[in-house]
């Protein structure tokens, strides 16, 4: 099959940053737009604002990314947007269950989308942390995160940005048992903290995984967020200078954030692109 073969692969990306500046949406358009020059496939990109605009999108998509955003994935439950974002991933999964559906639906849930989507399938106790999260963190893959495609090429413990106030704890089993579901991935060992760790990735479906980081976050964009005068005064302010310096020196590590945003996203994209190359030759 050569290049003018290709089908063009379109792609929904679901924002829920609620208007908020941020670089989620930047990167993903980054890793979007390299992954499709580097694969010679042309990608077609439609956002879709989830939360101010109430926009959901349909099943004419080949590939759904569902962004971070600010706020709390708790009290959000019952707000029309939060209604509909939930109704959209029943369908999903209704659609993806269905025999007669050769093509499924691959989606990817970003940090709050993460949170969403625990509290959707019920895979645990989702809160609020005692502190916000902010930083370079190492992430510990299990056994099904060691196996797991989306992953491959990551070191055991890989590092990955981290920016929330919630958190996904007390893993329901026998939910995930009925679901089929599967940890991945958990945070860092802190053997000073009497405190659960959070769960980090869930394999949800065969068509559904999430992270509770950032996958889309590259050192460019987190640099340069983080010396603007207004993110440096916060940084310092709410974790001291240290933290900040510590950010700013992780993330000149190009074995640190590079090699996750280089890895996890553009897995999941092949993975999406090869079932659809293959379906379409089928």
């Not at 025999?99 to 969403?116: A, D, G, R, T």
């Amino acid at each position: 099959m050569n290049f003018n073969e290709k089908p063009i692969i379109k792609i929904a990306i679901l924002d829920l940053y609620d208007g908020f500046e941020n670089q989620g949406m930047r990167g993903l358009h980054d890793i979007i737009g390299r992954f499709s020059e580097e694969q010679q496939i042309v990608t077609e990109l439609t956002i879709f604002d989830v939360r101010q605009k109430k926009e959901i999108p349909g099943f004419e998509f080949d590939i759904y990314i569902s962004s971070g955003g600010p706020g709390s994935p708790i009290e959000s439950k019952g707000e029309e947007w939060d209604t509909k974002y939930f109704e959209w991933i029943r369908k999903m999964e209704s659609y993806n269950n269905d025999p007669e559906n050769y093509q499924k639906k691959p989606v990817f849930f970003i940090c709050h989308s993460f949170q969403l989507a625990c509290r959707y399938f019920e895979i645990g106790e989702l809160n609020k942390r005692k502190s916000n999260s902010f930083g370079v963190f190492p992430i510990h893959l299990l056994d099904d995160g060691e196996s797991e495609q989306v992953f491959a090429g990551l070191n055991n413990p890989f590092y990955a940005v981290d920016s929330r106030d919630y958190q996904v704890i007390e893993p329901n089993y026998k939910k995930i048992n009925e679901l089929g579901a599967k940890i991945l991935a958990i945070e860092k060992e802190r053997p000073h903290v009497p405190l659960q760790r959070a769960i980090m990735a869930i394999r949800f479906t065969a068509d559904f995984i999430g992270t509770q980081f950032h996958p889309e976050a590259d050192p460019v964009g987190m640099l340069k967020h983080l010396h603007t005068p207004e993110r440096k005064k916060i940084v310092i302010e709410n974790h001291g200078l240290k933290k900040w310096e510590s950010m700013v020196e992780q993330l000149n590590d190009p074995e640190k954030i590079l090699s996750t945003y280089a890895h996890v996203l553009p897995n999941f994209l092949q993975l999406a692109v090869n079932n659809i190359l293959s379906v379409s030759a089928a």
